[in-house]
């Protein structure tokens, strides 16, 4: 098994809205709730075009999953990049549903850990889940991430405000 990053291009946009919509229920419980036109090849094309705007700024990285076989596998971002004292990033992620449970999320979290850490020269990288997400707490803690706390009513997920448990991992 082998996968690769690759920042997100336009021409990602019609085989990313395909993919949202084959895996719409399998994501829903872990996203906010998302209108119909979320999963339209034109607004996809759009929120591509933001995530390049803050990619060029060195703000995100917005990476899609790519198999060995070019086949698209999900999404991973390093959000929030912050310079300065911090020089930290938030990490997002996910798989498709037809390809849970191969490694696919753990190799292409422990990969963006090193593009973080080796060549964006980061001091940390955070995540976040929902307290019932048993699957990517075990994505983080294989690559390496301790949980340091819980943050109540952080984001609005699937219509309601979750708490969440925080994790991250520091630059040794």
Same mark, same amino acid.
């Given at each position: 098994?082998?996968?690769?990053?690759?920042?997100?291009?336009?021409?990602?946009?019609?085989?990313?809205?395909?993919?949202?919509?084959?895996?719409?229920?399998?994501?829903q419980?872990?996203?906010p709730?998302?209108?119909?036109?979320?999963f339209?090849?034109?607004?996809?094309?759009?929120l591509?075009?933001?995530?390049?705007?803050?990619?060029?700024?060195?703000?995100?990285?917005?990476?899609?999953i790519?198999?060995e076989?070019?086949?698209?596998?999900?999404?991973?971002?390093?959000?929030?990049?912050?310079?300065g004292?911090?020089?930290s990033?938030?990490?997002?992620?996910? %798989?498709r @549903?037809?390809? #849970?449970?191969?490694g696919? !999320? &753990? $190799? =292409? /979290?422990?990969?963006?850990?090193? +593009?973080?850490?080796?060549?964006?020269?980061?001091?940390? %990288?955070? @995540?976040?889940? #929902?307290?019932?997400n048993? !699957? &990517? $707490? =075990? /994505?983080?803690?294989?690559?390496? +991430?301790?949980l340091?706390?819980v943050?109540?009513?952080?984001?609005?997920?699937?219509?309601?405000?979750?708490?969440?448990?925080?994790?991250?991992?520091?630059?040794?």
């Open positions: 098994m082998s996968l690769s990053l690759r920042v997100i291009a336009e021409s990602d946009a019609e085989a990313l809205c395909e993919l949202l919509q084959a895996n719409k229920e399998h994501l419980p872990w996203e709730l998302r209108e119909p036109a979320f339209s090849e034109r607004v996809q094309r759009e591509i075009r933001q995530s390049l705007r803050a990619h060029e700024l060195g703000a995100q990285y917005p990476f899609v790519v198999g076989n070019g086949e698209l596998l999900g999404r991973l971002s390093l959000n929030s990049v912050i310079r004292a911090l020089q990033c938030a990490i997002s992620y996910w %798989v @549903a037809d390809r #849970l449970r191969r696919y !999320a &753990s $190799q =292409a /979290v422990h990969q963006a850990v090193s +593009f973080a850490f080796d060549v964006l020269g980061l001091h940390r %990288v955070q @995540a976040e889940t #929902l307290p019932e048993l !699957a &990517s $707490q =075990a /994505v983080l803690k294989r690559a390496g +991430f301790t340091y706390g943050t109540p009513q952080y984001l609005k997920i699937n219509g309601t405000w979750r708490d969440h448990l925080m994790f991250h991992i520091l630059h040794q």
